[in-house]
């Protein structure tokens, strides 16, 4: 065995350390995601997806070939481990794999492009912290699905 000293880079994570404190972010890994969806000049927008947009399961006409957006899609799966803020919208769009609508598709390129003003974010881990808080939120708008009465998409 040999000790390779500090971990900077590992699968797409890159792993910065400060003092005892650490930050990992996908910045790279988020690069090569907007170069992948064409989006390098795009306008960059404030926040992933627009506020009380509901996806519908059968709304707008089919993608004539959904490879790209099922690739973004992983892409975007992978790219959650650091990116929580865009957590939910990714884990909306991705229950449309199978009936892949424009709409979809165009919501995938606004998460993009909130990605693209905001490329450097990720998770800091201090150790300072005496101890850890947890706080979650909660959304319950299940009745607000219109497709959830006909079958479980949302």
């Known amino acids: 065995m040999k000790?390779?000293?500090?971990?900077?880079?590992?699968?797409?994570?890159k792993v910065?350390?400060?003092q005892k404190?650490?930050?990992v972010s996908q910045n790279k890994y988020t690069?090569?995601?907007?170069?992948?969806?064409?989006l390098t000049n795009a306008?960059?927008?404030?926040?992933?997806?627009?506020?009380?947009?509901?996806?519908?399961?059968?709304?707008?006409?089919?993608l004539p070939d959904p490879t790209l957006y099922k690739n973004l899609v992983g892409s975007l799966t992978y790219l959650t481990i650091t990116r929580l803020d865009i957590f939910f919208d990714v884990h909306t769009v991705s229950?449309?794999?199978q009936n892949l609508r424009?709409?979809?598709?165009?919501?995938?390129q606004c998460i993009i492009k909130y990605l693209l003003a905001t490329p450097r974010r990720g998770l800091f881990f201090p150790t300072t912290s005496l101890g850890i808080?947890?706080?979650a939120y909660n959304d319950g708008d299940w009745t607000g699905c219109s497709d959830t009465r006909k079958s479980t998409t949302c």
């Open 133 to 135: 808080k947890l706080k």
């Open 43 to 62: 306008t960059v927008v404030d926040t992933p997806v627009e506020v009380n947009v509901k996806l519908r399961w059968d709304e707008g006409e089919l």
């Open 21 to 23: 404190d650490i930050f």
């Open 95 to 97: 229950k449309f794999m």
């Open 31 to 38: 690069q090569d995601l907007i170069q992948l969806a064409c």
């Open 16 to 18: 910065h350390f400060q």
């Open 3 to 13: 000790d390779l000293g500090h971990l900077t880079y590992f699968l797409g994570l």
């Open 102 to 108: 424009h709409l979809h598709f165009s919501t995938i």
